[in-house]
Structure formats: C-alpha cells, structure tokens
C-alpha cells in the first residue's frame, strides 16, 4: 500500500495522486497542485492502484452528414506523402525489435468470460464500427489530425511509444506500472491497451498489434468475476473503470460479441457501486472523489458511444449530481476533491470539466466550459527539459481541444512568438521522448515526477503522453456526432 502524509503548502492541502490509485489534491485557493503523497489508514482505506505505422489514407465508410467522412476526396493533407517515409523510420529505429514478442499464446485463465477473441475471423468491416470510433483509422484520421494540429512527427513518436509499449507486454498478456502501484496489473493493463485503441488498433482490425490487444483484453477478461469485478492485488476502483475503458472502447470499435457481455458486466459493477451521492471512492460503494469519478465517467461514455451497453440515465444523472456539488463558481467551472473548494487550472478542475463534456453535455460555446478553459490556459504547457504533470495535462489537453476555442492553437502548438509558435503541448511531449537508438528505454517518456510518474512509473506516463498525442483523432466532436443520420447496419 502506498503510505502517504499530508501537507498544506501555499493554502493548498493536498491529498497526493489522481490516477493509477493514488489520492487526488485537495484544492481549496488557486494555488498550483503539488504532488504530496496523503495520509493513508491502513484499517479502514483498501490497497490502491494506483499510432501504428501511418499507412496511405484509406477510403473507409464514415459519417456523412457533419463533413467526418472516411470518403473524403477533397481531404487536403500532406500526410500521406510523409507516411512511407514514417513507415520507414518505423522499420530502422523500432521495428527491428520485435514489437510481438510473444507469438505462442499464453494459456488463459478459465473465469465466467474467458471465451478467446477469434483474431483469426475476418476483420470487421469499419462500418460496423461505432460511429465515435471512426475517427481513429482512414481519412477522417488524417482529416482530424490535419485539422486540430498533429504532424507527421508526433506520429513518428506515436509509433515509437507504441512499439516500446508492446514491450512491455508480459507473457500472460498484462502490463506492471514500474511505480508504487506494482501489484495492480488490472489498471496498468487497461491503461497500457488504451493508446493502441486510439491508434486504431483492435484484436481485430489491427496492423500491427492483433496480438497484444488479443492478449491484453484475454487478460482483463480472464480476472473478471461474475459480476463484473476486476480480481487481483491492489484492486481498487480506479482500476474497475481504468479496465472497463478499455473493454467498452474494443467492443465500440470491433462490435465482437465476445467482448459485450465482460463490457456489460464490467459496466454494470461500476454503476452498481456508484455511492448515493453520485460518487466512486476506492473501494466498492464507498463515497468518493472528482478523481476517481474521472475514470467512471470516461468509462460510462465509452459504453454509451460503443451502443448495445447499457448504461442507465440514472447512473449518469447521480454522477452530475456529484459534480454539481463539488463545482464553484456561478458556471460551475471548477471542482474540488469532495466539495466545492477547488480552484482554476488544476488536475480536478479538468476532471470536472471533461465529465462535463461527456455527460453533461457541455460543448463548443457552452459558458461554464469556457470559463473552464481561461483558467487552464493560465497553467498551460511548457517546454522541455520541463515534464509535465500528465495527471492534469491529459485531462486539460482534451479539454481545450474540445472546447473548439481559440485557446486550442496555442495550448497544441504554442503561442506566437516572433511570427513563430512555440511551447506548445504537442512539440513538448515530441521533444521529451526518449530516441536514443538501441536504448532499452527508446520511444519512451521519463516517469514525470508527479503523481503518474511516481504511482505508474514510465509505463504509466508513456501511456498518457500518448494518449495526449492522439488527442486529435481518438475522439469525435461529441456536437458533430450528435447529427450523424447514418443508418444503423
């Protein structure tokens, strides 16, 4: 268990570490939030956890009705030109190291959903696919990427985390963080699966990495119970929610029936322990707090953009009850840990905020969103040799980018200085990646020093500045979605 103590710094108390398990700040002025390990009882707080090769642009069916299109003959993009040469960088600097390093697949442990993915049917034809997940593979992926900002070099270093990650990959399909939350695989796992999804890798549908996706998902399946509960040490909620994430994404983006009843199932636990007052805290039923809240809610939206899982009206209604207990402000636009005392530009105000986008509804042009967003833009990125906090960076980054503001351009790319954009959190997280040819740590990111970094390790911070780089494509606009009239298949 992690042992921890508390401080108060600046007028900030602090109760350490949003993610992989560890506690989440307690804010309660505008004081920046420093990553201080909490207090922990022992008798009463359980254990805590804590894109593939660019290819030619491919003439997928897509949305057809909000200009996201995966048949897109006007699509304006140089990326295509650039792929081989990425292919290529791929092949001298990564893919001499096998990226699938276990091709004998490990026996799966036998439990109520350990039925094997089939990575040997046919691939799944992409209209198939939830629509939300489209934007992951083909030309709305360039189209996305093009537009919000990603080039071809943060999809260079997308394929050199990715590979590094697939290394990572233990025998029996599980990822370990290298930090103080060891012991929880379950967590690390679907933490570790989530930046391959984004890719548009599927057991499925996947390019390079079938296999570590089939394993990685026969992983989480095979430590479910009945019920749905994730098994195994350090176990808390923010694994229930960090594993459902990733199953609730695979079946999205497969519809593989084998993976809707451990989703289902995996779903109904987290809405099951869902507390009175719309909260998760670390153990089943418990009241929690804006940080583990974070997971569900991620959770709860990707079962609800997969379609076929349920999710009940209920469940979601409770959540922003939650949250509008916790928001300050007369837009709501910051969040505390368990009550209204946060502040502007911190990790739980992020939190808040992208609940708020998910289930919510707040979009482009919603007040309290924006107002949101000023305040972030006050704690913006920086560069390197500087890491980031990626607990708030990851939150934030996708904040921003949904807001759909002016602020966007100079969050990913940095503000004009001297005609030039600098400084921002794309070229940030590119300049920070370890590529240090035949390094074991190469297409890597240094553990960030703050909560990820200290409970996750270079695992758990790998993941995250690669989910922050495929901030562009793993989601759809929510408010475009919203008008997708494509018929059902």
């Known amino acids: 268990m992690i042992r921890t103590i508390s401080l108060i710094v600046s007028g900030l108390v602090m109760i350490a570490g949003p993610g992989c398990g560890a506690r989440a700040p307690v804010e309660v002025t505008e004081a920046q939030p420093v990553a201080v390990p909490p207090k922990s009882d022992p008798t009463t707080e359980p254990a805590r956890p804590v894109a593939p090769p660019p290819r030619p642009v491919e003439a997928d069916p897509g949305l057809t009705d909000n200009g996201l299109t995966n048949i897109d003959a006007g699509l304006k993009s140089n990326l295509a030109k650039g792929r ?175 993976l809707l009843k451990p989703a289902q199932a995996a779903v109904d636990f987290i809405v099951a322990n869902q507390a009175g007052d719309g909260s998760w805290g670390y153990a089943p039923g418990t009241a929690g707090d804006t940080s583990i809240v974070g997971w569900q809610v991620q959770a709860l939206k990707a079962a609800q953009l997969a379609k076929d899982i349920v999710v009940p009206d209920a469940a979601i209604k409770k959540a922003i009850g939650f949250l509008d207990k916790v928001a300050s ?35 482009p042009g919603n007040a309290g969103l924006a107002e949101g967003v000023e305040g972030l833009m006050k704690r913006g990125p920086q560069k390197a040799p500087t890491k980031p906090d990626l607990y708030y960076y990851y939150y934030a980054t996708q904040v921003v980018r949904f807001n759909e503001g002016p602020e966007w351009k100079d969050w990913n790319e940095g503000p004009t200085r001297d005609g030039k954009r600098e400084g921002g959190m794309r070229d940030w997280l590119v300049n920070l990646q370890n590529k240090t040819e035949g390094s074991a740590s190469q297409g890597s990111w240094d553990p960030d020093g703050a909560t990820i970094g200290g409970s996750c390790g270079r695992v758990g911070t790998t993941a995250l500045s690669l989910l922050t780089l495929e901030v562009y494509y793993r989601h759809l606009p929510l408010n475009k979605l919203e008008t997708d009239k494509r018929p059902k298949p």
């Not at 292919?87 to 390093?101: G, H, L, M, R, S």
């Not at 900002?149 to 025998?171: F, I, P």
């Not at 040490?233 to 960090?242: C, H, L, R, V």
């Not at 502040?343 to 979009?363: D, E």
């Open 84 to 258: 081989p040469e990425i292919d290529q960088i791929a092949e001298k600097t990564v893919d001499a190291i096998p990226v699938d390093p276990y091709p004998v697949e490990p026996p799966v442990v036998p439990g109520p959903f350990s039925k094997p993915v089939d990575v040997k049917s046919d691939k799944i034809p992409p209209e198939l696919a939830a629509p939300a997940f489209l934007g992951r593979t083909g030309a709305t992926k360039a189209k996305l990427l093009n537009e919000f900002g990603g080039n071809d070099e943060s999809e260079r270093v997308v394929v050199r985390g990715l590979a590094w990650l697939a290394r990572q990959q233990k025998k029996n399909g599980s990822w370990a963080f290298d930090g103080s939350s060891s012991d929880d695989t379950i967590a690390a796992t679907g933490m570790a699966l989530l930046p391959f999804l984004a890719a548009g890798e599927t057991p499925k549908t996947g390019k390079k990495y079938p296999q570590t996706l089939d394993r990685g998902l026969k992983y989480l399946i095979s430590n479910m119970n009945a019920d749905g509960k994730f098994s195994g040490k350090g176990i808390t909620m923010y694994s229930q929610g960090i594993a459902t994430l990733a199953l609730c994404e695979a079946y999205g983006m497969t519809k593989d029936k084998s």
């Open 329 to 363: 402000g007369e837009k709501k636009a910051v969040y505390g840990y368990a009550g209204p005392n946060g502040a502007p530009g911190t990790a739980l105000t992020s939190v808040g905020l992208l609940c708020r986008y998910f289930i919510s509804k707040w979009g």
